[in-house]
């Protein structure tokens, strides 16, 4: 993938808007113009329609003007992010983008019109994937019963994917994406909900597989780093068992050295830090020991308050623009990204090399996507002259790290 493809977007999940319009206006005033800077013949974008622009979108109406519009601007919607269902533009989002959880209903018939919508827009051909919540917010942690319910209706969602793949030919991913602090706060707590609650003697052999096809792995590179994950171990990890990688988020964290700043630089890096501990977003943060322990801490802003956590590493859950390796006392955890393309690189001649190739989409990514949705809270120090002129920056430096 050297060259940007249908395979290779952006979230929208950074544009504001809760119905069609907004949907559509966002498109054309930032995907539009980040095509042309890029002087791509097409983009791919990862749609984010709320709970209730999906409802409007499948009207007939308002599908037809999406389609056509789409088709225009020559974006193709190979991805949806199906994480936030409500708005997550809100003046406070915090805890609230976790609900409804899995073992709601609501969750189920969201991801259901989600389906139905991206089966509409897609080419033919084409098959799509959606991320997805991690179950739910970790704290109070879920119950058997709620885990036994929000197991169900993945599998439901998963026999319902498999019919349309057999009427149409079409695969569609759902994308479960771990988070710091979820029910599914990292890979190794995915692998065992799959274990204990999708795989057989709980499930038959025939529903066991059906669910490895269609449920599947949103890999967030910056939810991996803030938890020190090595990602090479967990995704031959997840191969041994039979998980597949539907889809990967390239994001980078914050990252601080405490060790090795000085006291005026201590200071100074506190400083920094304060401007991203804004209201909208929940910021998880890792604070790893110098011996190598890890704690991590549900919001930036209660370990600022902290001295005594000023030791060691922090890793912070705020997405920040990939193309920065660092700005003044912090730095980033881009370097996750490129070790991300090192790991595809190395497996990719592996396929190459093997004298029984596999699809490399049973393993890495049939899809990923640039995932910096903050950069409407960033820092004014970060702040780019437009939102599309930061956006194609970032999948320009994507696409020559990748080359």
């Known amino acids: 993938m050297a060259a940007l493809s249908s395979l290779l977007g952006y979230c929208t999940n950074v544009h504001a808007g809760t119905d069609v319009d907004h949907v559509l206006n966002n498109l054309r005033a930032c995907a539009l ?40 601007m020559r974006l193709i919607p190979y991805t949806f992010n199906g994480f936030p269902q409500g708005d997550f533009h809100s003046a406070v989002v915090k805890h609230r983008v976790y609900q409804p959880t899995w073992w709601e209903h609501a969750r189920a018939d969201y991801t259901r019109n989600l389906i139905r919508l991206i089966d509409q827009l897609l080419p033919p051909g084409m098959n799509g994937s959606i991320s997805t919540l991690p179950i739910a917010w970790g704290t109070p942690a879920p119950t058997e019963e709620q885990l036994v319910q929000s197991a169900e209706h993945l599998v439901e ?16 991913a759902i994308a479960i994406e771990p988070e710091p602090g979820c029910a599914l706060t990292d890979t190794a707590s995915l692998r065992r909900f799959f274990d204990d609650y ?17 449920i599947t792995m949103c890999h967030d590179i910056c939810h991996a780093a803030v938890m020190a994950e090595d990602q090479a171990h967990e995704l031959r990890a997840n191969q041994e068992h039979g998980i597949r990688v539907g889809k ?9 050295e405490w060790d090795l700043l000085t006291s005026e630089e201590r200071t100074q ?24 322990t890890k704690q991590l801490h549900e919001d930036l802003p209660a370990v600022l308050k902290d001295p005594t956590l000023q030791r060691g590493q922090w890793r912070i859950h705020f997405h920040v623009p990939i193309y920065l390796k660092g700005w003044g006392h912090l730095k ?56 599309h002129h930061g956006i194609a920056s970032e999948l320009k430096w994507l696409r020559d790290s990748m080359s």
């Not at 791509?40 to 984010?48: E, K, N, Q, T, Y």
């Open 248 to 256: 990967v988020q390239v994001s980078s964290a914050i990252a601080v």
């Open 157 to 172: 969602i998963a026999i319902e994917l498999n019919r349309l793949f057999e009427s149409t030919g079409r695969t569609i």
């Open 33 to 72: 113009p980040v095509r042309e800077e890029l002087r791509a013949d097409s983009l791919g974008i990862g749609l984010w329609f709320s709970e209730r622009a999906a409802v409007e979108a499948l009207r007939a109406g308002p599908l037809q003007r999406i389609r056509e519009q789409l088709h225009e």
């Open 269 to 292: 890096a506190l400083q920094q830090l304060s401007q991203f501990a804004e209201d909208r977003y929940l910021h998880q943060t890792m604070v790893i020991a110098p011996d190598g």
């Open 198 to 214: 999708l795989s057989a003697p709980r499930l038959s052999e025939s529903t066991a597989s059906i669910v490895r096809k269609h």
């Open 332 to 387: 980033t955890t881009q370097h996750e990204i490129l070790k991300w393309l090192e790991i595809t690189r190395d497996f990719e001649q592996h396929v190459k090399d093997s004298a029984q190739p596999k699809d490399r989409t049973q393993w890495l990514y049939p899809h990923c996507e640039v995932e910096t949705y903050a950069w409407g809270v960033l820092p004014a120090a970060l702040k780019v002259p437009s939102l």
